[in-house]
Each structure stands twice: as structure tokens, then as C-alpha cells.
């Protein structure tokens, strides 16, 4: 049995879309080693078997995509280091009472309702823009040249895909868990 990760950091990580990759007949290789977003899956598919559509998977063999598999390649940055992530989670609870039952039934929904907040500092994310990138999908951005100019930026729109790492060691890319 493999020993367990000794790592004690935790980081959130801003994932970037690459260029799609689309399979064909005689198989496309993945020749990235890392997380693949899923644009399409054929009938005889190469990628994880309970795996769909907008599924997110870390390729380490080369897949080989075969003829109606797409995937964008997902180019991590890492954008904060993490102290604490408390969360919550609840499912939806349906009545399925009948009126022949004696007592109140329930049933529960299949799915978890996650809910949280990360904390943590940011990491060499300013020089690099993506602190703004991320802020500017929830606030108005107001900037000023210094010569009196100031320009209004509208909200960005679009998916933010943010990956949090836990019990990362030192070595780059070497987690126990992470979540997308």
C-alpha cells in the first residue's frame, strides 16, 4: 500500500482553458500530464468511464481521445495559499408521503449542496493579473491614468475554474486531494 502525502499546505489554484483537443479513428494523444476539461464524449471513449461532459480529469498516462472525445487542457496558476476552508453541506429532503402511511415520509435528492468560504492570503497573484481577473466578475473596476483620465471597466462574465489543493508537498503537483 502506498504511504499517504506528508504535505501540510493547502493552495487555491486559477485554472486556465487551453486550445480543444479532439479525437479521432486512430486516436489523438493527450501529451500534456495534468487536469483536461471534457468537451465531448464519443460512444467508444477513451476517458474515465463514469465520467461526463464538463467532467474534470487529471490525464497521467497519455490518453489516447478516440473519434467524438474533446477535451481542453487546463493550465494551473496558483493564486493563493490557504489557512483554513470551513464548509457545510446539505441535501434536499422531498415529501413522499402517501395517504395510507402513518407517519411523515421523506426521500432524500441525490446530490450535496456545498457551502463554504476559503481563506488565505494571495500569493504573487497581483503581478500577474489574476487577482484582477478574479475581482473583476464581482465589482465594477475604476482606474485612473494619473493625467485625470478615468476609465469605468464593465464586469467580466464566464465561468471562474478555481482547483483547491490539500496536503500539498513541496514537490510541484504532489497533493493528497483536490477540488474543483
Known sequence: MDER?????GYLYF?????????SEMGTDLTIEGFYKITGKGEASAFPATSGVK???????????LEGDAAKPITLHKLAFVTNVPMGGSKQKFDVTVQTDEYKSSAEGKRAE??????????DAESSGLRDEI?????????????????????KQGALHLFL????TTTVG???????
Do not use: H, M
Request: glycine share 12%; no cysteine; proline share 1%.
Open 114 to 123: 456545498l457551502s463554504g468560504n476559503i481563506d488565505g492570503y494571495f500569493v
Open 135 to 155: 475581482l473583476e466578475r464581482f465589482f465594477r473596476r475604476v482606474t485612473d491614468d494619473g493625467a485625470g483620465a478615468i476609465v469605468y471597466k464593465s464586469l
Open 55 to 65: 467532467d474534470v480529469f487529471f490525464n497521467k498516462p497519455a490518453i489516447s481521445a
Open 5 to 9: 502525502l506528508q504535505g501540510d499546505q
Open 165 to 168: 489543493t490539500r496536503k500539498e
Open 15 to 23: 485554472g486556465e482553458l487551453g486550445t480543444e483537443v479532439t479525437g
Open 174 to 180: 504532489e497533493t493528497e486531494v483536490v477540488q474543483y
